[in-house]
């Protein structure tokens, strides 16, 4: 089991940039790949960006590349994902997510990822 917690997240006018974190607790961090996901009001939850165990392997979302940055610290037991050139589209709950499975590919389902933080709002104002 891995406990997920994120923070970073808040208010931001469209330009500019946040970083969010996601501490984890629990088992070893680093055998659980790692992605995030978000929420828009009305809208599915939906992938954003994918990290590997090691962190050597990044996949992100059409909406992400160029702009978000995915990383993993496993010797803080923590995740981030840093996001640059915001847009008011970006506004959303954002969700890190965690799985054991050694995923070869991209993986952009919920069910793939078996635990969940509790998510962080994200608002970037026009």
């Known amino acids: 089991q891995v406990q997920l917690v994120e923070s970073g997240g808040g208010l931001v006018q469209a330009g500019g940039s946040l970083r969010l974190s996601c501490a984890a607790s629990g088992r070893a961090f680093r055998i659980y790949q790692m992605a995030w996901f978000r929420q828009a009001p009305g809208k599915e939850r939906e992938f954003v960006a994918q990290?590997?165990?090691?962190?050597?392997?990044?996949y992100y979302a059409e909406s992400a590349k160029g702009r978000f940055t995915i990383s993993r610290d496993n010797t803080k037991n923590t995740g981030y994902l840093q996001m640059n050139s915001l847009k008011p589209e970006d506004t959303a709950v954002y969700y890190c997510?965690?799985?054991?499975?050694?995923?070869?590919?991209?993986?952009?389902?919920?069910?793939?990822?078996?635990?969940w933080g509790q998510g962080i709002q994200v608002t970037v104002s026009s």
């Open positions: 990290i590997s165990q090691s962190g050597g392997t990044t």
């Open positions: 997510a965690a799985d054991r499975t050694w995923y070869s590919d991209i993986r952009r389902g919920i069910n793939d990822y078996d635990f």
